[in-house]
């Protein structure tokens, strides 16, 4: 398959936590005057993860609203702070400081190979953009990171009032890039969201696993780097 556009998921596809959740946090937690180890917040982000996962399960569509993913991330953070020790309306008021600081470019760095991805695929005349279950930061942050000027089209869930697997946040990408889905692969690392959303459609689905396999499904084309995608794609 050569595609005529690709489109990426943004959370452990294309970005991370920039140093990481855990050292954010505890930034935070100092200046809020709560002194606390790193290694203690790190033991804890299972935790957090198990949280977002049961919000998740329960109703995804948080993500189609600002509102909706505000409440769910203080939700999460607010526990960690608790666990953490601190009284319920200042771990409130430090998980939105939390999630204000999500928001800055300055907290994400991009993959190494990110940015010589993107230029492979433009330098092939392929359209890149992206769709992600994210608030409507998102393209603010890839402007600061410099990488805006590399895509053609950036949908968030929260902007379009739609999130993944919904045909329809696929379909609208395709519709703002001039594309049939069918022309189209997606990459994400998420098999519900990204694997069955693009599917559904017509796309081409990859699955990311950057830090080793991580779903039992053989139906479906990985990749552990951007590196490998034209190869995966041919």
Do not use: Q
């Not at 005529?4 to 954010?24: H, I, R």
């Amino acid at each position: 398959m050569r595609p005529k556009a690709v489109f990426f998921d943004v959370g452990n596809t294309l970005l991370f936590a920039y140093p990481s959740v855990s050292e954010v946090c505890l930034e935070l937690l100092r200046a809020a005057g709560h002194d606390r180890d790193l290694e203690s917040i790190r033991d804890l982000i299972p935790v957090l993860d198990e949280y977002y996962e049961d919000r998740y399960r329960a109703d995804d569509t948080f993500w189609t609203s600002d509102e909706g993913a505000n409440d769910v991330w203080v939700g999460m953070y607010s526990l960690l702070g608790r666990r953490l020790g601190v009284p319920d309306d200042e771990a409130t008021r430090l998980a939105a400081d939390v999630y204000r600081a999500f928001g800055e470019p300055g907290r994400w760095r991009a993959y190494d190979d990110v940015r010589p991805a993107f230029e492979r695929l433009r330098a092939a005349d392929v359209r890149v953009g992206l769709i992600s279950n994210w608030d409507s930061r998102l393209e603010r942050i890839f402007k600061g990171l410099g990488l805006e000027p590399l895509l053609d089209v950036v949908i968030s869930s929260a902007a379009v009032g739609v999130h993944k697997p919904d045909p329809r946040i696929f379909e609208l990408a395709c519709e703002r890039v001039g594309v049939e889905p069918r022309e189209c692969a997606h990459v994400g690392d998420h098999y519900y969201a990204d694997v069955l959303g693009a599917r559904a459609v017509g796309m081409t689905p990859v699955l990311i696993e950057r830090h080793g396999p991580g779903c039992a499904r053989d139906d479906v084309v990985r990749i552990s780097s951007l590196d490998e995608l034209e190869d995966a794609l041919s």
